[in-house]
């Protein structure tokens, strides 16, 4: 099931974001790419990547995912020492990831609904939820409390480079969604939801009971139906195919 409410407000959002990236952030990907080394690309987009461990840490914490809290500290603590500030990532070799969330996801643990897809101006496409998730996200950094200007800048410019080297990066990819689709709104929406809700529920769907369920009745999700409307994260859009009216 799909809540979009404000699909004209969405899409008028939408077709700034394509202006965008067509007139500017496409061409300043592709400069980017081709006049800075891959190696240094990588690099910043190592040290943009280290800034968003203690943020990992804040939600893991929230979540009482302690595992996962020890693990990004460990990281956090590795990359920005022996990795020279997060330049480089000597935690990944050793097999190290992080475990990545956000405060989104820590709504989500607590059983906060997902609320209506929205697409924000610049940022793309999100939910009600993950918006809210956003904005505590940013303000509850712990570098944005410790990290002073003119410092701060550095820290946001790392984090710009990074964006555009992954449009760079996947470029063919975007490119095919926004401008080779014959409505990329819906194939934009289509694609964030089915990643987002997958991101939540993870790879063992037991570890996302339903919280709305109690006792002996929860259950981890909807059981597998021949039916597409059966299942509640099911796009009707994202099958050219078939006929949510056809019934």
């Known amino acids: 099931m799909i809540e979009d409410a404000h699909e004209a407000q969405n899409r008028s959002a939408h077709a700034l974001n394509l202006a965008l990236d067509r007139a500017l952030v496409g061409p300043a990907s592709d400069g980017y790419g081709d006049a800075i080394p891959q190696p240094v690309r990588r690099g910043v987009s190592n040290f943009a990547s280290n800034?968003?461990?203690?943020?990992y840490v804040l939600n893991n914490l929230l979540q009482l995912?302690?595992?996962?809290?020890?693990?990004?500290t460990?990281?956090?603590?590795?990359?920005?020492?022996?990795?020279?500030?997060?330049l480089f990532d000597p935690a990944g070799e050793i097999g190290l990831t992080a475990e990545e969330t956000d405060f989104g996801e820590t709504m989500h643990v607590y059983g906060l609904p997902?609320?209506?897809?929205?697409?924000?101006?610049?940022?793309?496409?999100?939910?009600?939820?993950?918006?809210?998730?956003?904005?505590?996200?940013?303000?509850?950094?712990?570098?944005r409390h410790v990290v002073d200007p003119p410092e701060s800048a550095?820290?946001?410019?790392?984090?710009?480079?990074?964006?555009v080297d992954s449009r760079y990066e996947?470029?063919?990819?975007?490119?095919?969604?926004?401008?080779?689709?014959?409505?990329?709104?819906?194939?934009?929406?289509?694609?964030?939801?089915?990643?987002?809700?997958?991101?939540?529920?993870g790879d063992d769907p037991?570890?996302?009971?339903?919280?709305?369920?109690?006792?002996?009745?929860?259950?981890?999700?909807?059981?597998?139906?021949?039916?597409?409307l059966a299942d509640p994260y099911?796009?009707?859009?994202?099958d050219p195919y078939f006929d949510p009216y056809a019934q």
Request: charged fraction near 20%.
């Open 51 to 55: 800034l968003s461990q203690p943020g």
């Open 65 to 72: 995912r302690l595992d996962d809290a020890a693990r990004n």
């Open 74 to 86: 460990l990281r956090f603590a590795i990359n920005t020492t022996v990795g020279i500030g997060g």
């Open 114 to 143: 997902e609320g209506d897809y929205v697409v924000l101006p610049v940022v793309g496409p999100s939910t009600t939820r993950d918006t809210v998730g956003m904005v505590v996200d940013f303000a509850l950094n712990p570098l």
């Open 154 to 163: 550095y820290l946001t410019l790392a984090r710009i480079g990074a964006g």
């Open 170 to 201: 996947f470029g063919s990819t975007v490119e095919d969604v926004l401008y080779g689709s014959q409505d990329s709104y819906l194939q934009m929406r289509s694609l964030y939801l089915q990643n987002r809700r997958y991101e939540l529920r």
């Open 206 to 228: 037991s570890a996302y009971l339903d919280p709305y369920l109690e006792g002996d009745t929860a259950q981890a999700g909807p059981a597998p139906s021949a039916d597409p």
């Open 234 to 238: 099911y796009d009707p859009y994202s």
